[in-house]
């Protein structure tokens, strides 16, 4: 019979035999493998259809593209500017006496996003004929071999890609300005400031373009 203070017995060291160091490799080579798929999956990285953009004459010189040339996007202030934005290029589009930035810093709509009634109505106001409908890439296609520009409502949120999906993020409602449709129909335009325009994915375009009813706004310059 051992004292309290004598010193515990000493365990007999763990045999480990062939097969248990088998399991423990495939774990950690299960491991190793997952945390491989975690990061590869992450690569592609959170994308908008506004995160990149084109030059202009590089999709000119590409003669992939009917293109709305010499649109004058202006940079606004506030994150709900883009409808003075939209309506700016639009309106300045087809009449040289307009400054485009000018205009967009003048219409309201910079901190609350403007309604399609409030874009109608503004360009109403201004002498021009305007309407709102439930569009089409066929209208949109419509307006550019016309060499007008369109105002579209879509969902221009970031989606987080991974190798094997998308996943959406908080819906974000934007106004953009369709400057042009790829000749094959794969891809569709949209004006950006500094002679730009953003390349989207026609079946990513249309999912977004969706989540507004497929709303176009078309403005036409006011008969004499």
Same mark, same amino acid.
């Given at each position: 019979?051992? &004292?309290?203070t004598?010193?515990?017995?000493?365990?007999?060291?763990?045999?480990?035999?062939?097969?248990?160091?088998?399991?423990?490799?495939?774990r950690r080579g299960l491991?190793?493998? /997952?945390?491989?798929? =975690?990061?590869?999956?992450?690569?592609p990285g959170?994308i &908008?259809p506004?995160?990149?953009?084109?030059?202009? /004459?590089?999709?000119?010189?590409?003669?992939?593209?009917?293109?709305? /040339?010499?649109?004058?996007?202006?940079?606004?202030?506030?994150?709900d500017?883009?409808?003075?934005?939209?309506?700016?290029?639009?309106?300045?589009?087809?009449?040289?006496?307009?400054?485009?930035?000018?205009?967009?810093e003048?219409?309201?709509?910079?901190?609350?996003?403007?309604?399609?009634?409030?874009?109608?109505l503004e360009?109403?106001?201004?002498g021009?004929?305007?309407?709102?409908?439930?569009?089409?890439?066929?209208?949109?296609?419509?307006?550019?071999? /016309?060499d007008?520009?369109?105002? $579209?409502?879509?969902?221009?949120?970031p989606? $987080?890609?991974?190798l094997?999906? @998308?996943i959406?993020?908080?819906?974000?409602?934007?106004?953009?300005? $369709? &400057?042009?449709?790829?000749?094959?129909?794969? @891809?569709?335009? =949209?004006?950006?400031?500094?002679a730009?325009?953003?390349v989207?994915?026609r079946?990513?375009?249309?999912? @977004?373009?969706?989540? &507004?009813?497929y709303?176009?706004?078309?403005?036409?310059?006011?008969?004499?």
């Amino acid at each position: 019979m051992s &004292s309290p203070t004598d010193p515990a017995p000493r365990r007999a060291p763990r045999r480990v035999g062939p097969g248990a160091r088998s399991r423990r490799r495939a774990r950690r080579g299960l491991c190793l493998f /997952a945390s491989f798929l =975690l990061f590869a999956c992450a690569l592609p990285g959170c994308i &908008s259809p506004l995160t990149f953009s084109t030059p202009e /004459a590089e999709l000119l010189a590409s003669d992939a593209y009917i293109i709305v /040339a010499g649109i004058d996007v202006p940079e606004v202030r506030g994150v709900d500017g883009c409808g003075a934005q939209a309506l700016a290029a639009i309106l300045a589009f087809d009449d040289p006496e307009i400054d485009a930035a000018e205009l967009g810093e003048t219409l309201p709509w910079h901190d609350a996003g403007a309604t399609p009634v409030h874009l109608l109505l503004e360009a109403r106001r201004r002498g021009r004929g305007a309407s709102i409908a439930r569009g089409s890439i066929d209208d949109l296609r419509a307006e550019v071999r /016309a060499d007008r520009p369109a105002m $579209v409502m879509f969902d221009a949120s970031p989606e $987080v890609r991974t190798l094997f999906s @998308r996943i959406p993020t908080t819906k974000v409602m934007h106004w953009a300005v $369709v &400057s042009g449709v790829a000749i094959d129909g794969g @891809r569709v335009l =949209l004006a950006a400031p500094g002679a730009r325009h953003h390349v989207v994915d026609r079946a990513d375009f249309q999912r @977004r373009w969706a989540r &507004s009813d497929y709303c176009l706004i078309r403005i036409r310059r006011a008969a004499p």
